[in-house]
């Protein structure tokens, strides 16, 4: 599992936990989040996070 | 696959050479100066406020509006080419000429008051202008783009703006949290301490959270609201060393007046506008009717593209280049420029603008973001719901 973070408002979406606020469920892999979700905090596109490293 | 390129019907960026217009502006100051010296009247120390103040107005009001977009396809490519780069890049060295000649003149140039404080004015514009320079670059995500964000927001001592308005203001944008976003029957004078002093206070704290989180001290060298500040120091005192301590005021009253330029800008941006609560209690997304647009050609090329606001925060990290006209957004009756001029003065802002709040949505002000003080006068007036 990974965690993919937001370069505009440093969001972090971590796939173990997924957002089921929204219908992501937990254990969604960063690929399978639809291409048209957009990061909750800041709205920047799917195309604006990065992979986060995790130590 | 890229010859099938070459077949697609030429689209040519109608403004691709005026952006080189961003650098000329930083200069204003100086071409002032100059003016002056060539014809001897002091009228020319006050170019850049006139300029930006009547004839970008007027410019806007006789050039009018372009809803022209980029088509899609080429959007890609439109975003990838360096020249829009270099161009932003280039307006950085003509602003620290017009502060660092302007700080000069203003200490060993024997002015007169009216001459120097045309001259503060000036050197404060192009200050205020380059906050948007520092906006545009300090979205962009390579590392020299976001140094250069920080040096261009130094000589306008508002370093914090490269934390808070990205992790800040894109955030809570035209929600009552934010506090770069006005509410409804705020005056601009009130707004502008409410905004400075939050902006402060919420640019230290994101900071202080994030480097809580890796087991650090808000005092490290790493909080970028320290980095940023610490280049206006170095730069003050630098300047301060050389040309004594005269130097000083004039270049933090140019800086104060600079910042309440990216505030009355601020201002205007999300007026009123309201995100509403979803069923859980957060906020919906900031969506293109969250922003007041505007097409206005002249103030479009002068502040890159920035009036295009509601595509900038629905992709922040869109170049200014690629910015979209959507249909159907919050429209402002004229450009930024002409529409800072109404802000100054609170009566006919409230006429111009409290219609259109209210015309956006559709008479229900309960879906405002209303000043609190007036909120129950304000409902009251209008009716929670008129549907």
Known sequence: MKKWRCLVCDFVYDEAKGVPEEGIAPGTRWEDVPDSWTCPDCGAAKSDFVMEEID | MTTATLSAPAWTDKKRYLWLLGIVVMGLPLYGYGLYLWTGLS?????????????????????????????????????????????????????????????????????????????????????????????????????????????????????????????????????????????????????????????????????????????????????????????????????????????????????????????????????????????DGSYERCQPHHSWNSNHTATNIFLYHLQRHSDHHANPTRSFQTLRNFEGVPRLPNGYAGMIVVAYLPWLWFRVMDPKVVQHFGGDMSKANIKPSIRDRILAKYGSATA
Not at chain 2, 238 to 247: D, K, N, P, Q
């Open chain 2, 43 to 279: 009228l020319f120390f006050w170019t850049t406020p006139v300029i930006v103040y009547t004839l970008i107005p007027l410019f806007d009001r006789l050039i009018g509006e372009d809803e022209s977009n980029p088509p899609d396809g080429i959007m890609a490519a439109l975003a990838q080419e360096k020249y829009y780069r270099y161009v932003v890049f280039a307006a950085i060295p003509a602003q620290y000429l017009s502060f660092i000649g302007g700080t000069y003149l203003a200490v060993r140039g024997d002015l007169v008051w009216y001459q120097w404080l045309g001259l503060l004015v000036s050197v404060g514009m192009t200050s205020g202008l380059a906050i948007n320079i520092g906006h545009e670059l300090g979205h962009q995500t390579s590392k020299l783009e976001r140094w250069l964000a920080k040096i261009a927001l130094a000589p306008v001592m508002y370093g914090h703006f490269y934390v808070e308005h990205n992790r800040g203001h894109h955030v809570r944008v035209a929600t009552p949290e934010d506090p770069a976003t006005s509410r409804f029957g705020e005056s601009f004078y009130e707004f502008l301490p409410r905004c400075v002093y939050g902006s402060i206070k919420s640019a230290w704290e994101i900071e202080k959270q994030r480097l809580e989180k890796q087991g650090k001290s808000v005092w490290s060298i790493e909080n970028d609201n320290l980095q940023a500040w610490a280049i206006t120091v170095a730069l003050f005192a630098a300047v301060t060393a050389w040309l004594g301590w005269w130097a000083l005021p004039f270049m933090i009253v140019q800086g104060a007046y600079g910042g309440s330029l990216l505030e009355v800008v601020n201002y205007l941006e999300h007026y009123g506008l309201r995100r509403q609560r979803k069923a």
